[in-house]
């Protein structure tokens, strides 16, 4: 079944240590989406990426990255985790700008 | 701005009960609007959607219907189970801009035997 994976499912990592998310989609979706999720919370669009086209929300801090080397792979990467950024990590695609999109599993993140 | 309010949860309910999570939203233009069901542990799942006011949007015995005079997308289900249990978000997005989902909070729905 084509779909929107995730891995890993569950990332711990150190107060300062850099962490890397990794989304993979069988969809052949043009536009692959980062969100947030902390708890309790509603999801938080981080960035997307339309084909090669990043596009990062204004409010998204500068310790989050993103890379999209291809069609199917998008990374998300926190250069320095800091306690705040515990949280669920979503993603998603969307065959164009304007449809309906698809979510992975999502990685639980902890900051230890 | 775009904003989207749902009622608060939790809503506890037996099984085979009548559900309703309200729905409003403040938008400019006509958005597309969602909702997503989120279970225990994990992502998102697309659950209904509709693009257009008087569209009625189903899936799973829950329907929604896209109602532009009150600006509301309500959720129901006529026999809820307590596999239903799970966060239940409403969410839109603008047309003719990018694809951004503005969610609301979720409300949580507990359904007991």
């Known amino acids: 079944d084509a779909m929107v994976i995730q891995n890993p499912r569950y990332q711990v990592t150190q107060f300062g240590k850099p962490v890397t998310l990794s989304c993979s989609q069988t969809?052949?979706?043009?536009?692959m989406y980062w969100y947030q999720q902390k708890s309790s919370q509603a999801p938080k669009l981080l960035f997307h990426y339309y084909d090669k086209d990043f596009n990062n929300e204004a409010d998204t801090p500068d310790n989050f990255q993103s890379r999209r080397p291809n069609t199917s792979f998008c990374f998300l990467d926190i250069r320095s985790p800091g306690l705040g950024d515990a949280a669920m990590y979503l993603c998603a695609t969307s065959r164009d700008i304007v449809d309906t999109q698809y979510f992975g599993p999502g990685t639980r993140l902890t900051v230890l | 701005g775009n904003s989207v309010t749902q009622m608060e949860g939790p809503v506890t309910l037996s099984e085979e009960a009548f559900l309703t999570i309200n729905c409003t939203y403040t938008a400019t233009g006509y958005p597309s609007l969602f909702w997503y069901v989120q279970y225990p542990g994990e992502g998102l799942q697309l659950l209904l959607k509709a693009t257009k006011a008087d569209d009625k949007g189903s899936n799973k015995g829950f329907e929604a219907t896209y109602r532009k005079e009150t600006t509301s997308f309500h959720l129901e289900k006529g026999s809820v189970q307590v596999s239903d249990s799970a966060v239940y978000f409403c969410?839109?997005?603008?047309?003719?801009?990018?694809?951004?989902?503005?969610f609301g909070a979720g409300t949580r729905l507990a359904v007991h035997p």
């Open positions: 969809l052949n979706h043009n536009v």
């Open positions: 969410a839109l997005s603008e047309k003719g801009g990018y694809n951004k989902l503005i």
